[in-house]
């Protein structure tokens, strides 16, 4: 695993514990939710607010992704580096 795989991991894991970025997110979403929920949105915002929580949501997704790309990549390199071990001791 290169170091900037595992560094990413790291900051993204860093980023979705963050109690700030939790905060921002739900509030961020809460809004576009509330506002999606109005009757009066002209149907062109109504549109614009479901594009921008679909864009909200990607980026979350992508976001956990990282920080799971990263934290599989630790287990497989500890493993392999075990094993390795394992075999030269044997």
């Keep these: 695993m290169s170091v900037h795989d595992e560094a990413r991991g790291e900051e993204a ?6 109690e ?4 921002a997110y739900s509030q961020v979403e809460a809004n576009v939710v509330a506002r999606l929920a109005q009757a009066s ?3 062109v915002e109504a549109e614009q607010l479901r594009q ?7 980026v979350r997704t992508y976001l956990e992704q990282v920080l799971q790309t990263g934290t599989m990549k630790a287990l497989v390199e500890k493993e392999s580096t075990i ?5 030269r001791r044997a």
Excluded: D, G, V
């Excluded at 894991?13 to 963050?18: F, G, H, N, P, V």
């Excluded at 700030?20 to 905060?23: F, I, Q």
């Design 83 to 87: 094993r390795n071990l394992l075999r």
């Design 20 to 23: 700030l970025y939790k905060e």
């Design 52 to 58: 921008l929580l679909i864009a909200l949501r990607k």
């Design 41 to 43: 949105t002209p149907p």
């Design 13 to 18: 894991r860093r980023i979705l514990q963050s």
